[in-house]
């Protein structure tokens, strides 16, 4: 998928300019759980891609934004279905009914449930576990180019 890759390690990485800073943010080096693999001192190991947060020690992965409402049995549903994938993405959930999001009522009180990936729409009513993958996929791909 992606070819022979090389990753340094760095401790920091300071920069002036926001274009730089924010293509720092993507710096990979994290597990990317599909199929890529990584020689180390002679041993392979799966690899996970991931972008870095370089104000944190914390990973900062994509975010899926799911648009629901309590009850959601149906958003409830979709979250199962996409589990083996949650652990890829920061899930965040939007609640249309509170106060603050009339918003995203108008837009979606008769869709729920309406998941948007990296503030962009990827599907609503049933989730796709592969048009998920595919989102996933190309965040980390995009990250490589530049």
Not at 34 to 60: A, G, I, K, Y
Not at 91 to 111: M, R
Not at 119 to 134: E, Q
Request: hydrophobic share 40%; charged share 25%.
């Amino acid at each position: 998928m992606f070819g022979a890759i090389t990753v340094r390690f760095v401790n920091s990485v300071r920069s002036t300019s926001d274009s730089a800073s924010s293509s720092l943010k993507k710096i990979i080096c994290l597990a990317f759980p599909t199929n890529m693999r990584c020689q180390f001192n002679n041993t392979e190991m799966p690899v996970r891609l991931m972008s870095h947060d370089s104000n944190s020690d914390r990973p900062v992965l994509p975010v899926l934004t799911l648009y629901t409402k309590d009850p959601c049995p149906l958003c409830d549903e979709a979250l199962e279905v996409l589990k083996p994938l949650l652990n890829q993405v920061a899930l965040e959930k939007v609640d249309i009914t509170k106060p603050g999001n009339e918003q995203w009522w108008k837009a979606y009180k008769y869709d729920i449930p309406v998941f948007h990936f990296e503030g962009k729409f990827l599907m609503k009513h049933r989730a796709n576990v592969d048009l998920l993958r595919k989102a996933i996929d190309t965040f980390y791909e995009d990250c490589f180019r530049d």
